[in-house]
């Protein structure tokens, strides 16, 4: 009998484990800062994209992804971003009267006009990790269901695979949409599956959203994986080595054989 080490499902996330989307970022979020702060007294926002690249790794969801650039602006030290950027965060959305709505409802509609008027320019943004279209397109071949769980939009992730070529069952992307943390998506994928989570693998580049999967009594044995290319930091790989309960994952072992993705 051929035993096979290859999971049912796979579940990956999307920014950060298929696609690098830091430049898409940061001209996203220059053009939403300049709509809601219309005080244009800093115009060297562009002096910014490094800085905002480097700590990228603090955003959890988009909407925060302008008050990042408006923490540079007002000069917080990037090291107190770093290891403070929830309280800093939430001071600034006080101080300056926003909220998570306005602010979202803004980025969003910021792309979605930038998509409708030139979708060429805001695609060529996008960079595909490499190699990962061709596994993802050899998975979709196999046995293993293949799901995209992400907090962009879904309708953005279908634009992007659409543009590869890539015919990736639309039903299966989960997006901001779906209004709910991502642990609930999976166990959602499971029971529309009939599986159970052993028979489920993770990838995710985001380790707080590892955190909470393992946290769920009832997930514990999905198969998890810290995507070491995405936006996280050394740091984080390191929490990993020491935590069972998450793989490593580099993009060089993710293109080989599931059987050497465990313990890699
Ligand atoms: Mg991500």
Redesign the pocket.
């Known amino acids: 009998m051929i035993t096979t080490t290859a999971p049912k499902i796979l579940a990956l996330?999307?920014?950060?484990?298929i696609c690098n989307g830091l430049k898409e970022y940061f001209q996203t979020t220059l053009r939403t800062y300049q709509k809601i702060w219309s005080d244009h007294s800093q115009d060297n926002l562009q002096n910014w994209a490094n800085s905002f690249y480097q700590l990228r790794p603090v955003i959890e969801t988009g909407w925060e992804m302008p008050i990042l650039l408006r923490a540079l602006v007002l000069e917080y030290e990037k090291e107190n971003i770093e290891s403070n950027w929830h309280n800093i965060c939430a001071e600034i959305v006080e101080q300056e009267n926003l909220n998570k709505q306005q602010v979202m409802t803004a980025l969003d509609g910021v792309r979605d006009h930038w998509i409708q008027t030139d979708l060429d320019n805001w695609l060529a943004l996008h960079e595909f990790y490499p190699g990962v279209l061709e596994k993802l397109g050899k998975l979709l071949d196999s046995s293993t269901l293949l799901y995209i769980v992400?907090?962009k939009e879904g309708r953005f992730v279908k634009q992007l695979l659409k543009q590869q070529n890539l015919s990736f069952p639309e039903s299966n992307i989960f997006g901001k949409e779906v209004k709910q943390p991502k642990y609930e998506t999976l166990r959602q994928i499971l029971k529309d599956n009939q599986e159970t989570p052993n028979h489920l693998w993770f990838i995710?580049?985001?380790l707080k959203?590892l955190n909470t999967v393992k946290s769920q009594e009832d997930l514990t044995e999905i198969n998890l994986f810290l995507?070491d290319w995405?936006?996280n930091t050394v740091k984080s790989h390191e929490l990993v080595k020491q935590d069972s309960a998450i793989s490593l994952l580099s993009l060089n072992t993710f293109s080989k054989d599931f059987s050497k993705w465990i313990d890699a």
Do not use: N
Request: proline share 0%; hydrophobic share 30%.
């Open positions: 996330d999307f920014d950060g484990v992400t907090t995710e580049d985001l959203t995507a995405g936006y």
